[in-house]
């Protein structure tokens, strides 16, 4: 029998792996080391050194080093724990471990458990297969970890063995980011300085802001059996075939609709490994597709929202195969279904306790709250090709535009009331305006936007980059993706931008224009520089596409093209006036980029071309078959033609479909081995996007469809989309 039956009728005997629930808050953070943790665990000194360095991301002290080890060594193994590993993200988009075990064996040969500072602090995995981009054959040097204090270290269980996780940034010996903490961690630090600074012109007492991310992940979850029977979701994580089911989204019956038992069973339980973990998950629903959910958290601090999130993905994977499911998180599994993204609501704090993205209260705050709003605009206006490019993938190149997800094209939604806004700033601030004419000042936002922003009916959800109400949500991100790379860029482009306007304010000012005044004029000057990036309407629709272009908004549909923009001089000026990314850097991670997307493509490519080839076409043969020997049989009867007409018709389009499909597959073999003569990389990303992908992947697949609803349903070997999404 083949695995699709099989899988089939083992659905039947399936069960539900239910667990017990406890109280959320007595679970909460019991696997991390917390401050209040370090507290029982460290010397007062030891704890002191660990709080300074966990709130300024700098180092730890070497000389404390030891005894924080110590402590920490001491809280894992009061809870079993035997090994320890650095944490980091290298760009695979995956997470790394080591593990190394506290057991060690002194000189005189006492076995002991033993975890020193140094090893705490900074580790030289055997790492050279992470892509580099040649950073490190052209510095000749290895990879190490170092910790980052920020966040938390963590215990994670997996099955009976415990292992203590320390976050760490991935480095080369000369000190170039080879991950995506570290860069991440430098967009953070620019975005406070520059976002300090201009909030001290209205409130000298802050010291600090703080950016603050809370992602919305979207996933799948189909049955391991029917998973395991396509090679094509095993190896690519989508399906490269499959016709549509007769049913799919079109009835909208799953979307907020009760959670199937099973989901249900398997969200329990890895909610339960993240509040663990201290990951604040909040909510939990369907999605519009079938077998689409969704979760999110409570928003925290970017670095360790986005370390939660990466946990998240691993603890997801890792728990749903106890419940014999499979978590999807790619950008689009199955063709003609909503993709999933992971909307990444953003906004900046201060150690006030201000969200400077929230209206103020008084007229006062509302300029501070009107000064990061219009300055984040601005950013986006002037930056989009780069934010374009943070969320480039051969994943997210099926999701963009596909009119369920924003389009590749960015712009910015404001809502209604704070369109108005905008306008009255730009009609009524004049060059004439003076201190006696101060009534700008006094627009008082407050009172009218919590109910009209914070209302879920001014929201827009076509557009890839929305305000709502208290934060920005930036909606193009995709699924599967690590959002540090996202962040990096919102948060660099918006602390560039910040730079710019404490210029341009203080040049008005020196001119001896009063400072609300000065701040008055270069956000109305702002609002009209980037007036053509606002966007209310349907961003799903043509008619976008159109104005867009005739706004000379860029449009970029496809990865090896979007990533030119992390090269430009502008972006290298960007990034290194900001500490962020060197151009070699830069450089290298371009390059990485485009060979994820050839490998990507390279790998749903083949692929394609085997399940054709050992799949479908032995599939449709055996059923040709089958026809050709029923007409033969009814002729040798003695039947007259019109008997067999309609099986010779049904065996005509089933060989049509075979020989195109196996013409087209070999042609696209073809044109991968052009592609893989190539030398230039991006060139060769490209190739592999229109010769190979756009060149066939649709046509090859149209046949394939088609001969999976011609074909005898017992002769078909792979799981159908019905079976994928409503079998459970
Ligand atoms: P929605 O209407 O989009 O569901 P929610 O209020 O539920 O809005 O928020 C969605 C996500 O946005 C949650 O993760 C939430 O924690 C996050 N969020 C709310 N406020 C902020 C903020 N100031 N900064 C970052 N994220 C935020
Ligand atoms: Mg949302």
Known sequence: MSLRFNAISNLLSSEVN????????????????????????????????????????????????????????????????????????????????????????????????????????????????????????????????AWDPSSPAFIIEIGQGSTLCIPTIFVSYTGESLDYKAPLLKALEALNKA???????????????????????????????????????????????????????????????????????????????????????????????????????????????????????????????????????????????????????????????????????????????LTFFVNTIKAVHDYSDVMRASIASAQNDHRLGANEAPPAIISVF?????????????????????????????????????ELLLDNTDRNRTSPFAFTGNKFEFRAVGSSANCANAMTILNVIVAETLKQFKKDVDALI???????????????????????????????????????EKRGLPNVKTTPLALDAMVTKKAKALFEDNNVYTHAELEARHEIELEKYIKKVQIESRIMGELATSHILPAAIRYQNVLANNIKGLKDAGLKESAFANQKQILEKISEHINSLSDLVEKMIEARKVC??????????????????????????????????????????????RELLFLR
């Open 18 to 145: 239910v667990q017990g629930s406890k109280k959320i808050t007595a679970i909460f953070g019991e696997n991390v080391f917390t401050q209040n943790v370090a507290r029982q665990f460290l010397s007062d000194e030891a704890y002191k050194s660990l709080v300074s360095s966990s709130k300024s991301g700098q180092k730890i002290d070497r000389s404390m080093a030891n005894q924080i080890a110590n402590g920490i060594r001491a809280w894992a193994e009061s809870k079993g724990v035997t090994h320890f590993t650095h944490w980091f993200q290298p760009l695979t988009g995956t997470t790394a471990e080591k593990h190394d075990s506290f057991f060690t064996i002194k000189s005189d040969g006492t076995p002991i458990e033993q975890f020193d500072g140094d090893a705490l602090i900074q580790q030289e995995p055997d790492a050279s297969s992470f892509p580099s981009g040649g950073l490190r054959v052209t510095f000749e040097a290895r990879g190490y970890t």
């Open 195 to 369: 976002a300090v600074d201009v909030c001290n012109y209205f409130d000298k007492n802050i010291t600090r802001v703080t950016a603050t991310l809370g992602w919305e992940q979207e996933y799948f979850v189909i049955d391991e059996g029917l998973h395991n029977a396509r090679p094509d979701l095993v190896l690519c994580g989508r399906t490269v075939y499959g016709h549509a089911s007769a049913k799919g989204q079109q009835l909208e019956d799953h979307y907020f609709g009760s959670i199937p038992e099973r989901v249900y069973a398997f969200m329990r339980d890895y909610e339960e490994e993240a509040y663990k973990l201290g990951i604040p998950l909040r909510t939990r629903h369907n999605e519009v597709a079938p077998a689409q959910f969704e979760c999110a958290p409570i928003f925290e601090e970017v670095n360790l929202a986005v370390d939660h999130n990466t946990l998240l993905m691993d603890i997801m994977n890792r728990v749903s195969n106890r419940h014999n499911l499979r978590v999807l998180l790619h950008e689009k599994p199955f063709a003609g279904i909503n993709g999933s993204g992971k909307h990444n609501n953003w906004s900046m704090a201060t150690d006030t306790g201000v969200n400077l993205l929230a209206p103020g209260k008084t007229p006062k705050t509302n300029l501070m709250f």
């Open 414 to 450: 404001t809502g209604q009331y704070l369109t108005k806004v905008l306008q009255d700033i730009k009609a009524r601030v004049t060059a004439k305006m003076d201190e006696t004419d101060e009534s700008m000042l006094k627009i008082d936002i407050h009172k009218s936007i919590p």
């Open 510 to 548: 020196e001119k001896g224009e009063k400072k609300e005044i000065a701040i008055m004029h270069v956000i109305r000057e702002y609002i009209v520089s980037s007036e053509k990036v606002l966007f209310e309407g349907d961003g799903y629709s043509e008619a976008w596409e159109k104005e867009a």
């Open 676 to 721: 893989n003569n190539m030398d230039n990389t991006r060139t060769k990303a490209i190739a592999y996007c229109s010769q190979v992908k756009e060149g066939f992947f649709d046509k090859i697949r149209y046949h394939a469809d088609k001969l999976e609803l011609l074909v005898d349903d017992r002769e078909w070997y792979l799981p159908k989309y």
